[in-house]
């Protein structure tokens, strides 16, 4: 069975760059599946970030795509998510997620807290 | 832009059965699967039902889906209540590429 395992700082400051990577083991990335980012602000709804596929295609979520970045590294089984010029509004536990046969989200991480503050 | 629209919350007692709804504001809706995913405190999402109504292996058969084109809706029914299925439920689809959530409805077992 797949496992999922985010990692990264928890502290990022206003105006900065929040960087994720996720560790996949049981199964290979190369494989025919979407690798994605979902994120929860404190107290409130699943929001999806965007997800990257083997061959290197993206999706972004339009409200988030001109400061997202995700990516993969083949070689080491995992993949990354880049947020750049984050604000307190960025705060929340972000998963990581295999999206399986590209309908739903069978296998996540057990989620990282990030708290944007100075 | 396109979204799903759940009910903030829903209650029912033990052994009763509840039904969540999941509206998309576009015809598309209809077009593309419908997901939903349990959530309890303090824990990743799980599936409980895909491609609008298959459950996965583990998940009791009193969870069930169904999509109702007309109205542009989807449903999740939990049958034969339990404690235990006291959670958040989120509907999850997607439109032109891009996946989305509904805003989650949180499930009370009283």
């Known amino acids: 069975q797949v496992q999922l395992q985010e990692s990264g700082p928890g502290l990022v400051k206003p105006s900065g760059t929040l960087s994720l990577t996720c560790a996949v083991s049981g199964g290979s990335i190369s494989s025919s599946n979407w690798w994605s980012w979902v994120r929860q602000p404190p107290g409130k709804g699943l929001e999806w970030i965007g997800e990257?596929?083997?061959?290197?295609?993206?999706n972004y979520n339009p409200s988030l795509e001109t400061r997202v970045i995700i990516s993969a590294d083949k070689s080491k089984n995992q993949f990354s998510l880049t947020l750049m010029s984050v604000t307190a509004a960025d705060t929340a536990v972000y998963y990581c997620?295999?999206?399986?046969?590209?309908?739903?989200?069978?296998?996540w991480g057990q989620g990282t807290l990030v708290t944007v503050s100075s | 832009n396109f979204m799903l629209t759940q009910p903030h919350s829903v209650s029912e007692s033990p052994g009763e059965t509840v039904t969540i709804s999941c509206t998309g504001s576009?015809?598309?809706?209809?077009?593309?699967?419908v997901q939903w995913y349990q959530q309890r405190p303090g824990r990743a999402p799980t599936i409980v039902i895909y491609e609008d109504q298959k459950r996965p292996y583990g998940v009791p058969d009193r969870f069930s889906g169904s999509i109702d084109s007309s109205s542009n809706s989807a449903s999740l029914t939990i049958s034969g209540l339990k404690t235990e299925d006291e959670a958040d439920y989120y509907c999850q689809s997607y439109d032109s590429g891009k996946r989305m959530f509904g805003g989650g409805t949180k499930l009370t077992v009283l």
């Open positions: 576009s015809p598309a809706f209809a077009r593309n699967f």
């Open positions: 997620a295999r999206w399986f046969s590209g309908t739903h989200a069978d296998s």
């Open positions: 990257i596929y083997h061959s290197g295609t993206t």
